[in-house]
């Protein structure tokens, strides 16, 4: 064959707007196509240039791991790649899919085509990573590859700067290189990372790939999970990313890196019954309900008592109302701990409670909906009922929960926000959200009766909510000093051990230790 055919030849297994042959020396040996599309330059201006003159630098290790990576007669990609062309570096981006031809003399035919964009990126961060994920979780003919190359921190900590950049450099290229379209891969931490990649190899020929590529003194395991065993798509990305989170909780534990596959099959297969096994007891009720007391500092009666759940044995809902989150069945669950206690609020006209609601359940109109109809069902529960927002991280949009909770205020309970002062409750929920109550963060609480900031801080809060008409709630409040603490700055309500554990029935008189009469504000 020709070589003008050979190189034909190449080209056929892709359409592109521009074809290229590298040669074994890394130049371009011949190139074909609307070069200006790409370039801004004519073919003939590309020919006999190193290709990493016409990739750009931030690309160089992805591509060349990529080329390094080809065995005579195999194909990668595609990947996007950034190029340089005269109107800046990395002004413009590429799909680029490569083929080693055999009896090619080493040479690796590339098509490539035009793509939007801006080039550029390396490795992505966890979110953006799951955010891809998510976009890529019905596409069959891709898997999720998790890598962990033991011994990468030792490596770089060991090595000189320059040489850290260049590892680091080289490890981000050899990834995106694995990676769908060069951009599918993240660092999870922990020399722990993870990409979306096309099926077909295996993980022993991926962590052979790996060892072969990446030129540092570390072992590394690789291993593919794949999505499946639950109708909901949406459910099966959530049930792997509680398995991812297992993985970069956990790592191999005392598994070798031979066996990762199997461990992370396992990990994913626990989540997926989990997700089962949790969805039945949601529809079954198989969770009871406890009371914990709220105290009204002003007479020490009780106002309230918060609804916990409990499942089984366990000592705490925690990890179950987790894996409800991460697995979106939050929602209903909160809808069914919310349909008994107002079943409770029913047979107990002298009791008034307090249900947790997520705030990813908030962003829900279809729960806002229904909560609606379960009150107007159920007239006597008006003004009995409070819901306590949770987990605010997860509001994103405060006017949407805004207009949400107005109808839920309207239809006849009290809002209370949770957790204020801790992770994403600051003052713009208090500013952005028309509330009942708020729930100081128990951190506070602890730190108070022994003065300073927190001190200070509390009795500004406090006045600055009497102002706008919303009551304070202390939490955690476990002793006298701290009872007292609150009381001196000038809370409404506390909640803690010190009026009681959460008890199976809501008991509308606290036991001992006796409640101190109210101090002057």
Same mark, same amino acid.
């Given at each position: 064959?020709?070589?003008?055919?050979?190189?034909?030849?190449?080209?056929?297994?892709? $359409?592109?707007?521009?074809?290229?042959?590298? $040669?074994?020396?890394?130049?371009? #040996?011949?190139?074909?196509?609307?070069?200006?599309?790409?370039?801004?330059?004519?073919?003939?201006?590309?020919?006999?240039?190193?290709?990493?003159?016409?990739? *750009?630098?931030?690309?160089?290790?992805?591509?060349?791991?990529?080329?390094?990576?080809?065995?005579?007669?195999?194909? %990668?990609?595609?990947?996007?790649?950034?190029?340089?062309?005269? !109107?800046?570096?990395?002004?413009?981006?590429?799909?680029?899919?490569?083929?080693?031809?055999?009896?090619?003399?080493?040479?690796?035919?590339?098509?490539? %085509?035009?793509?939007?964009?801006?080039?550029?990126?390396?490795?992505?961060?966890?979110?953006?990573?799951?955010?891809?994920?998510?976009?890529?979780?019905?596409?069959?003919?891709?898997?999720?590859?998790?890598?962990?190359?033991?011994?990468?921190?030792?490596?770089? !900590?060991?090595?000189?700067?320059?040489?850290?950049?260049?590892?680091?450099?080289? &490890?981000?290229?050899?990834?995106?290189?694995?990676?769908?379209?060069?951009?599918?891969?993240?660092?999870?931490?922990?020399?722990?990372?993870?990409?979306?990649? #096309?099926?077909? @190899?295996?993980?022993?020929?991926?962590?052979?790939?790996? +060892?072969?590529?990446?030129?540092?003194?570390?072992?590394?395991?690789?291993?593919? =999970?794949?999505?499946?065993? =639950?109708?909901?798509?949406?459910?099966?990305?959530? %049930?792997?990313?509680?398995?991812?989170?297992?993985?970069?909780?956990?790592?191999?534990?005392?598994?070798?890196?031979?066996?990762?596959? *199997?461990?992370?099959?396992?990990?994913?297969?626990?989540?997926?019954?989990?997700?089962?096994?949790?969805?039945?007891?949601?529809?079954?009720?198989?969770?009871? &309900?406890?009371?914990?007391?709220?105290?009204?500092?002003?007479?020490?009666?009780?106002?309230?008592?918060?609804?916990? =759940?409990?499942?089984?044995?366990?000592?705490?809902?925690?990890?179950?109302?987790?894996?409800? @989150?991460?697995?979106?069945?939050?929602?209903?669950?909160?809808?069914?701990?919310?349909? @008994?206690?107002?079943?409770?609020?029913?047979? /107990?006209? +002298?009791?008034?409670?307090?249900?947790?609601?997520?705030?990813?359940?908030? $962003?829900?109109?279809?729960?806002?909906?229904?909560? =609606?109809?379960? &009150?107007?069902?159920?007239?006597?529960?008006?003004?009995?009922?409070?819901?306590?927002?949770?987990?605010?991280?997860?509001?994103?949009?405060?006017?949407?929960? !805004?207009?949400?909770?107005?109808?839920?205020?309207?239809?006849?309970?009290?809002?209370?926000?949770?957790?204020?002062?801790?992770?994403?409750?600051?003052?713009?929920?208090?500013? /952005?959200?028309?509330?009942?109550?708020?729930?100081?963060?128990?951190?506070?609480?602890?730190?108070?009766?022994?003065?300073?900031?927190?001190?200070?801080?509390?009795?500004? &809060?406090?006045?600055?909510?009497? @102002?706008?008409?919303? +009551?304070?709630? *202390?939490?955690?409040?476990?002793?006298?000093?701290?009872?007292?603490?609150?009381?001196? *700055?000038?809370?409404?309500?506390? /909640?803690?051990?010190?009026?009681?554990?959460? #008890?199976?029935?809501?008991?509308?008189?606290?036991?001992?230790?006796?409640?101190?009469? #109210?101090?002057?504000?």
């Amino acid at each position: 064959m020709d070589p003008i055919s050979q190189r034909m030849l190449g080209f056929a297994f892709a $359409g592109a707007d521009l074809l290229m042959e590298i $040669g074994a020396d890394g130049r371009i #040996a011949f190139a074909l196509g609307a070069a200006e599309t790409l370039s801004g330059e004519a073919e003939t201006a590309l020919t006999g240039r190193p290709w990493r003159e016409f990739v *750009a630098r931030c690309d160089h290790a992805m591509v060349a791991a990529l080329f390094d990576g080809l065995d005579s007669g195999a194909r %990668a990609g595609p990947i996007v790649v950034a190029l340089d062309t005269p !109107d800046g570096p990395a002004s413009r981006r590429a799909s680029l899919a490569a083929l080693r031809l055999p009896q090619n003399s080493g040479a690796i035919s590339c098509a490539l %085509a035009r793509v939007g964009g801006q080039g550029g990126q390396g490795l992505l961060s966890r979110a953006d990573f799951e955010a891809m994920a998510l976009k890529l979780a019905d596409d069959p003919t891709l898997e999720l590859a998790l890598v962990e190359l033991a011994g990468l921190t030792e490596a770089l !900590d060991g090595a000189p700067e320059d040489a850290r950049d260049v590892l680091a450099d080289q &490890l981000s290229g050899v990834l995106r290189s694995l990676a769908h379209r060069g951009e599918a891969a993240a660092n999870l931490g922990e020399d722990r990372f993870a990409l979306v990649r #096309a099926k077909g @190899e295996d993980a022993r020929a991926l962590q052979a790939r790996l +060892k072969r590529l990446i030129q540092a003194p570390v072992t590394p395991g690789a291993g593919t =999970v794949r999505m499946g065993g =639950v109708e909901n798509p949406k459910q099966a990305i959530r %049930a792997l990313r509680f398995a991812l989170n297992s993985f970069v909780e956990d790592g191999l534990s005392d598994a070798q890196p031979e066996s990762l596959s *199997a461990a992370l099959d396992h990990a994913l297969e626990g989540a997926l019954d989990d997700a089962r096994a949790l969805g039945a007891t949601i529809r079954d009720r198989q969770f009871r &309900l406890t009371y914990q007391p709220v105290v009204r500092l002003m007479d020490g009666r009780v106002s309230h008592h918060e609804v916990l =759940v409990r499942f089984g044995e366990e000592a705490s809902p925690f990890p179950t109302i987790r894996a409800a @989150e991460e697995m979106d069945l939050i929602e209903p669950l909160d809808l069914a701990i919310l349909e @008994e206690a107002l079943d409770v609020l029913r047979a /107990q006209p +002298k009791v008034s409670l307090a249900v947790n609601v997520s705030g990813r359940t908030i $962003g829900s109109d279809a729960f806002v909906t229904r909560a =609606v109809a379960l &009150l107007q069902a159920r007239p006597t529960a008006k003004d009995r009922l409070i819901l306590e927002i949770t987990e605010s991280a997860a509001i994103d949009d405060l006017p949407a929960a !805004d207009r949400r909770l107005q109808a839920l205020r309207a239809a006849g309970c009290e809002v209370c926000l949770d957790d204020f002062g801790a992770g994403a409750a600051s003052l713009a929920y208090l500013q /952005q959200l028309t509330i009942d109550i708020l729930k100081i963060d128990g951190r506070y609480i602890r730190e108070l009766q022994h003065g300073g900031r927190e001190s200070t801080f509390i009795r500004h &809060l406090v006045n600055m909510c009497r @102002e706008l008409d919303v +009551k304070t709630l *202390a939490e955690m409040v476990e002793t006298s000093d701290a009872e007292r603490a609150v009381r001196l *700055a000038g809370v409404d309500y506390a /909640q803690g051990w010190y009026y009681g554990a959460a #008890a199976d029935a809501p008991e509308t008189k606290i036991r001992p230790p006796a409640i101190r009469p #109210a101090l002057a504000r």
